[in-house]
Structures are given as C-alpha cells and as structure tokens.
C-alpha cells in the first residue's frame, strides 16, 4: 500500500482527534465529517435527529446497499487535553484509536475505491457511510438506533469500525445494563445531629452488598461501580449521593438475573422517613449474535488471513449490538492494533495498518460475492 495513503489516513484521524466530541456532544465533529463528505462530492449527504452524518457512494447496480459505520464520540470531557505525541511507530493521544482512525477510515474507502481500477466496478450496489453519535458511556447506542431504524433489513449488512482492535471480528453483542442508583437522607450536621444516617453512607453499604454478589465466570458477567458522588462538605451528613452501575453478561438470562439482584438490594435498603434508595435503569445494550459459521464472520475472518492476521471471532460491546439484536447481519472490525483505550495514554500502531486497511477493502468487495 503506498505510504502517502498511510500518511493521509492518519494526519486525517489526527485533524478528527483534535477536536472534542464527548458522548451528546459530538456536534463539531459532526461537522467537520460533513464538510469532508461535500469535499468529497458524495450523494445525498444529511445529518439525522441523532446527529449521525450520512453519504452515499454510488455502486454500478442495483444489489443491496452496505452500510459502513464509525462512532464519532469518545469517553473524555470536553476540557480534556488533546495533545498527540508522534512517532515512527506509534501515535499517542486520547480518542486517537477509539475511534477517530475508525471515522478516517470511512475516507479511506471512499479514495481506495476511487483509485482503484477495478473498485467501483465490482460494487453492484451502493456504499453508505455513516458517522454516528452515541456509542461511548450512556450514549446508548442512539445513533446506531437511527441508523438501523433507517435501513433496516434492506441494508445487505452491517460493518462497524474501530481504531483498533485489529484481529478482532466481533460478531456477538455483549449484554449491558447500566443504573444510576440514588441515596437521600435528611442530612444534618456533623457533629450537631450525629446519629442521623448519611446518604454517603448507606449507599456505600449498597455497593459493599452489590460488590458481594456472586458472578458466574461462565457465562463471563460483571459488575463496576464506576462513579461515586455525593454530599456538601466534610463536616454535613450526606442528604444525597449517587452512583452510576455497569452490568455486563455474555448471556441475557444471566444478566436479567443480575439486574434483579440489584433491584432487590435497593430496595431492601430503603428505610421510610429515613432513607430512600432508588435505582433508575439509564442505559442498556441488548444481545444479539451471528453464528461463527455466518458467511459475514466468515468473510471477515479470510479477509483477516489473506493479509498475515489471525482472526479471533470475539464477543463486544459496539454499535453492531443495535443490529445483531434485530436478527441483521452484522460484525466489528479494527484498522490497527493500539493500546490504553478510554485513557490520555491512548495510542495507536502505525505499522499495522496497512495490513487492517488492505483487510478493510477486501471485505468491502467480497460482501456482494
């Protein structure tokens, strides 16, 4: 592959990652996508409801369109510092492989076919491009829902991008469900009405008997409390505190029973005219999955190999549970390998991308196969 597309690929995923696009506020980024797009002369280029920018890349017939997908947000704050570090081998900088080099990769596609000789001639239908919001934190995949709500089953299938993750062909949805769990007290002084109960208190109790629940390794299920807040100062009793709660199985029974358990711990924790304790369901990625021996995971798995990968067929949570829980075809793939993903240390790995692009562009031209 001629460096000077390698070079383009990533100063383009660089230009995507210098500017912010937390979860709900990717509007900037959004823009910049659809200013490329007209750049680009791409066809009935529109943005939705949700914020996902579409363009449509004209195939020679009339076969069912693919539709080729990369989320737009990250995890990080907007005041979050975006400096990238670069070299030879490697460029680091948060956001860079998840997913600004995934949405670069949707250009890709676009000058490959292009330039290619036999490209456009051997797409009997159309290529949609879609940048979409919403993937990251309690985004909840309401972008992709817009997407699949649009296309449905008349798009051939599904192709999800990733920065990284090279390798990987994600074909199962893994099960999430998230709460916010809410403590309130009447609070009081600390010194001055010692005795009364703190919010900050009794929902730690509530973590200490969530983190006891016993989890099965199979099938694979979690539990995290990632964020704790609550209270005014050091010397009040807490009146409130909240925490947000991630559950995750690989299997929907087990998570449904899962998130009965955390019901009923919240629950049995609420004491009237002393403490309410309540737990409000704030996002949720359904199941869903494609056999391994689907042609789709087969596909992406040769396409892997033809170009010294090895594949791993893999469970995930991505945008491609929003299909793969409707029965639609569906799978994740990655550009490139990296690492520290949803950290300031985040990097990607330059050399292998060749190799994950070449991978891209084969699956493009063998899904109407």
Same mark, same amino acid.
């Given at each position: 592959?001629?460096?000077?597309?390698?070079?383009?690929?990533?100063?383009?995923?660089?230009?995507?990652?210098q500017?912010?696009?937390?979860?709900f506020?990717?509007?900037?980024?959004?823009?910049?996508?659809?200013?490329?797009?007209?750049?680009?002369?791409?066809l009935d280029?529109?943005q939705d409801?949700?914020?996902?920018?579409?363009?449509?890349?004209?195939?020679?017939?009339?076969?069912?369109?693919?539709?080729?997908?990369?989320h737009?947000?990250?995890?990080?704050p907007?005041?979050?510092?975006?400096?990238?570090?670069?070299?030879?081998n490697?460029?680091?900088?948060?956001g860079?492989?998840?997913?600004?080099?995934?949405?670069?990769?949707?250009?890709?596609?676009?000058?490959?076919?292009r330039s290619?000789?036999?490209?456009?001639?051997?797409l009997p239908?159309?290529?949609?491009?879609?940048?979409?919001?919403?993937?990251?934190g309690?985004?909840?995949?309401?972008?992709?829902?817009?997407?699949?709500?649009?296309f449905?089953?008349? *798009?051939?299938a599904?192709?999800? !991008?990733?920065?990284?993750a %090279?390798? /990987?062909?994600?074909?199962?949805? =893994?099960? &999430?469900?998230?709460?916010?769990?809410?403590?309130?007290?009447t609070?009081?002084h600390?010194?001055?009405?010692?005795?009364?109960?703190?919010?900050v208190?009794?929902? *730690?109790?509530?973590?200490?008997? !969530?983190a006891?629940?016993? %989890?099965? /390794?199979?099938?694979?299920?979690? =539990?995290? &409390?990632?964020?704790f807040?609550g209270?005014?100062?050091?010397?009040?009793i807490?009146?409130q505190a909240?925490?947000?709660?991630?559950?995750?199985?690989?299997?929907r029974k087990?998570?449904?029973?899962?998130?009965?358990?955390?019901v009923?711990?919240?629950?049995?924790?609420?004491?009237?005219?002393?403490?309410?304790v309540?737990?409000s369901?704030?996002?949720?990625?359904?199941?869903?999955?494609?056999?391994?021996?689907?042609?789709?995971?087969?596909?992406?798995?040769?396409?892997?190999?033809?170009?010294g990968?090895?594949p791993?067929p893999?469970?995930?949570?991505?945008?491609?549970?929003?299909?793969?829980?409707?029965?639609?075809?569906?799978?994740?793939?990655?550009?490139t390998?990296?690492?520290?993903?949803?950290?300031t240390?985040?990097?990607?790995d330059?050399?292998p991308?060749?190799?994950?692009?070449a991978?891209?562009?084969d699956?493009?031209?063998?899904?109407?196969?």
């Open positions: 592959m001629d460096s000077s597309l390698i070079d383009r690929i990533l100063d383009l995923a660089v230009s995507i990652q500017i912010p696009a937390p979860t506020n990717e509007a900037r980024r959004a823009a910049f996508v659809y200013d490329r797009f007209c750049e680009e002369r791409l280029i529109t409801a949700a914020g996902n920018v579409y363009a449509r890349l004209p195939g020679q017939g009339s076969a069912a369109p693919l539709v080729v997908s990369a737009l947000d990250t995890v990080f907007h005041e979050t510092e975006l400096a990238i570090t670069r070299s030879q490697k460029i680091a900088g948060p860079i492989g998840d997913n600004s080099l995934g949405v670069a990769g949707l250009f890709y596609l676009v000058w490959a076919l290619s000789q036999t490209g456009l001639a051997q239908g159309d290529l949609w491009l879609v940048a979409n919001t919403g993937e990251e309690l985004g909840d995949l309401v972008g992709m829902r817009h997407v699949v709500d649009r449905g089953a008349q *798009a051939r599904y192709l999800i !991008l990733e920065g990284m %090279l390798g /990987q062909v994600y074909h199962r949805g =893994l099960g &999430v469900r998230r709460y916010r769990i809410d403590a309130h007290t609070g009081g600390s010194w001055v009405d010692f005795g009364r109960p703190s919010a208190h009794e929902l *730690a109790s509530v973590i200490n008997r !969530l006891a629940i016993w %989890l099965p /390794q199979e099938p694979r299920t979690s =539990l995290n &409390v990632g964020v807040s209270g005014t100062s050091i010397n009040t807490a009146a909240y925490c947000l709660l991630d559950l995750r199985s690989e299997d087990t998570l449904d029973a899962l998130a009965a358990d955390v009923a711990i919240v629950q049995a924790a609420n004491h009237p005219g002393k403490v309410a309540s737990a369901l704030v996002g949720q990625r359904p199941v869903g999955a494609l056999p391994a021996s689907h042609p789709l995971v087969s596909l992406a798995a040769r396409c892997l190999e033809a170009h990968i090895q791993y893999n469970i995930g949570s991505t945008d491609a549970n929003l299909p793969l829980s409707r029965g639609l075809p569906a799978v994740c793939i990655g550009l390998t990296g690492g520290g993903a949803h950290t240390g985040e990097f990607i330059i050399r991308l060749h190799q994950g692009l991978q891209l562009l699956f493009v031209r063998l899904v109407y196969s």
